[in-house]
Nanobody, 128 residues
Framework: QVQVVESGGRSVQAGGSLRLSCAASGRTFSSNFMGWFRQAPGKEREFVGAIMWSGGDTYYADFVKGRFTVSGDGAKNSVYLQLNSLKLEDTAVYYC?????????????????????WGQGTQVTVSS
């Protein structure tokens, strides 16, 4: 059974920084890419950023604008999200997700449907 576990969420003041971590495990687990999404109260889940293991390319939502950085270690099935210059509107539950692995076929990396495995989420609260 595959498990995806996020950690690192907490309350922080506006302008501050956080580092979220995510680790996936399971005897059969493999992935081509892992990503981060977030969901604020009353809003739909939205793409934040992702990393493709082959080549290490990273992808970001437009609203990130250089404030967030995705990194990871494919060999350890781990991905990280560095959040800098946090704003009130960054308050949300942040989710880590991974695709189903196997032979890579193109999937849009910013779409929730491209991901098979999801964590339970970690709360990030930004206050003034």
């Amino acid at each position: 059974q595959v498990q995806v576990v996020e950690s690192g969420g907490r309350s922080v003041q506006a302008g501050g920084s956080l580092r979220l971590s995510c680790a996936a495990s399971g005897r059969t687990f493999s992935s081509n890419f892992m990503g981060w999404f977030r969901q604020a109260p009353g809003k739909e889940r939205e793409f934040v950023g992702a990393i493709m293991w082959s080549g290490g390319d990273t992808y970001y939502a437009d609203f990130v604008k250089g404030r967030f950085t995705v990194s990871g270690d494919g060999a350890k099935n781990s991905v990280y999200l560095q959040l800098n210059s946090l704003k009130l509107e960054d308050t949300a539950v942040y989710y880590c997700a991974a695709d189903s692995g196997g032979t890579y076929r193109y999937k849009p990396i910013s779409v929730t449907g491209s991901y098979t495995y999801w964590g339970q989420g970690t709360q990030v609260t930004v206050s003034s």
